[in-house]
């Protein structure tokens, strides 16, 4: 086990709906980073936290935020959920946001949309 | 746009045999180059990271090797095991101006081994 932990574990919404999904960071880990993965594909990266600020962020829409708190840990925030949000959503913690950091994965939260 | 292509799509092989996986990509401007190894409904585990500088790095039975004039990579596993059997990806970070680092990764390759 990483020492990330993601919740809920499973999640289903309705289309237009809100969502929310936490993160708690490995200890020592000052850096969190969000990724979508649809089925049978890649992670897709959403969006990289350091120390509380967004430190760099893919090709998804304004209505993905996030936000990360104090002691790390790290909340990913869906509006208007669509069809296509449904994905498994994880979340990786890492000590650097630098070139060569390791980063360590939590087991994911699985969003189905309805 | 960045890309990171993989094959195979999927591979079948008998425990103790080794295995080479592909990764081509076209990232810019490249900061550095991982592969990890994603077990079915699970988190991935980081295998290797490699920076420019670099053109193999080890982990146990796994070994990437990069060209980065060629832009491919190449993972392989030496004398698989039943565990071996995951997702395996390649994923490629570029860095943008303010410093960020912006990965691209590619689909994976399904590896599975039999007895």
């Known amino acids: 086990e990483t020492g990330v932990t993601q919740s809920p574990t499973h999640l289903i919404k309705t289309r237009g709906q809100q969502v929310t999904l936490r993160c708690s960071s490995q200890?020592?880990?000052?850096?969190v980073s969000w990724y979508q993965q649809a089925l049978g594909q890649g992670p897709q990266f959403i969006f990289q936290?350091?120390?509380?600020?967004?430190?760099g962020r893919g090709n998804f829409p304004p209505r993905f935020s996030g936000l990360q708190f104090p002691n790390y840990s790290s909340e990913l925030n869906v509006n208007a959920l669509e069809l296509d949000d449904s994905a498994l959503y994880l979340c990786a913690s890492s000590s650097l946001a630098g070139r060569t950091d390791t980063q360590y994965f939590g087991p994911g939260t699985r969003l189905t949309v309805l | 746009k960045n890309q990171v292509e993989q094959s195979p799509q999927s591979l079948i092989i008998l425990e103790g045999k080794n295995c080479t996986l592909q990764?081509?990509?076209?990232?810019?401007?490249?900061?550095?180059l991982r592969w990890y190894k994603q077990d079915t409904g699970r988190g991935p585990v980081s295998l290797t990271i490699?920076?420019?500088?670099?053109n193999t790095k080890s982990n146990g039975r796994y070994t990437a090797t990069l060209d980065a004039d060629t832009k491919q990579s190449s993972l392989h596993i030496t004398a698989s095991q039943l565990s071996d059997s995951a997702s395996y990806i390649c994923v490629v970070s570029a860095r943008r101006a303010g410093g960020s680092y912006i990965p691209t990764f590619g689909r994976g390759t399904s590896l599975i081994v039999h007895p």
């Open positions: 990764c081509n990509y076209t990232v810019s401007p490249f900061s550095n």
């Open positions: 936290y350091y120390r509380e600020e967004e430190n």
């Open positions: 490699m920076t420019f500088s670099e």
């Open positions: 200890s020592g880990h000052n850096t």
